[in-house]
């Protein structure tokens, strides 16, 4: 069991049918997070993982239908900023983040030297193994990624991480809605918000079937790269636009 610290840490778990394996994971997060809340954002579930959340405990926010893993931890971001958390972690519901790796993304935020942590299943030999058709997407997910953001990421489809509240209040008011966690990198790391990865082990799902098919593999990488590449085209653009009007707006008061 390890003390997370005095700054209030909020768990957000987004959950769509997970009720053979939310009583665990939620279970598994107090044990190893004395201090941390947990919020279940259960994303328009027909099975009982909300009823299960809140018999374990957890404050549970229900969204009205399925919107998509965006939507939900979108909901918890803004949970966690109307409530004045300084620390939100998000952790999936199906048990493949194990909550006692949870100090090591949490660590280098606790200590001021991160915004943004990612645990990194590829930084250590942590076993993990995963189809082809999506190591492969996650190997040119992780090149592209670093090369646009100046900086190295071996894993950037992973959802375990944890931010800071400053980070979070971000995600709060703009965060991507098909794929957020590769996504949302290089915008972060262009606004200057410090990301970094942390080792971490991490599981085969508990229960369930993986939505991400050899096929869906594909179209996520490419539905990835456009949306990255199209929001740096956009970020540049307006950068531009800001340049071009400050530029005007100087030499109209000039004398």
């Given at each position: 069991m390890t003390k997370s610290g005095p700054r209030s840490i909020l768990v957000i778990i987004p959950a769509y049918n997970e009720e053979r394996s939310i009583s665990a994971v939620i279970d598994e997060i107090r044990w190893n997070l004395l201090d941390a809340d947990v919020l279940v954002v259960d994303d328009g579930s027909d099975d009982a993982t909300a009823e299960i959340a809140r018999q374990k405990g957890a404050c549970v926010v229900h969204l009205p239908f399925n919107c998509g893993i965006g939507a939900a931890m979108q909901t918890g971001y803004l949970f966690a900023q109307e409530r004045g958390y300084e620390v939100a972690v998000q952790v999936d519901a199906d048990g493949q983040h194990d909550p006692s790796q949870c100090p090591r993304i949490l660590k280098p935020i606790l200590d001021g030297d991160?915004?943004?942590?990612?645990?990194?299943?590829?930084?250590?030999?942590?076993?993990?193994?995963?189809?082809?058709?999506?190591?492969?997407?996650?190997?040119?997910?992780?090149?592209?990624?670093?090369?646009?953001?100046?900086?190295?990421?071996?894993?950037?489809?992973?959802?375990?991480r944890a931010a800071s509240r400053a980070a979070f209040s971000y995600f709060a008011s703009d965060y991507p809605t098909d794929y957020p966690e590769p996504e949302v990198i290089v915008p972060l790391c262009r606004r200057g918000f410090r990301v970094i990865e942390a080792p971490v082990t991490m599981r085969n799902r508990k229960t369930g079937r993986s939505s991400i098919t050899a096929l869906r593999s594909i179209y996520y990488m490419i539905k990835v790269t456009l949306a990255v590449s199209v929001g740096l085209l956009r970020a540049s653009g307006r950068r531009r636009v800001k340049k071009w009007t400050e530029l005007k707006s100087s030499q109209l008061q000039a004398p």
């Open positions: 991160a915004d943004v942590v990612i645990g990194s299943r590829f930084l250590e030999g942590s076993g993990y193994r995963s189809t082809a058709a999506r190591r492969a997407g996650i190997i040119w997910l992780s090149i592209l990624i670093s090369s646009m953001a100046r900086a190295r990421f071996s894993d950037p489809t992973s959802g375990f």
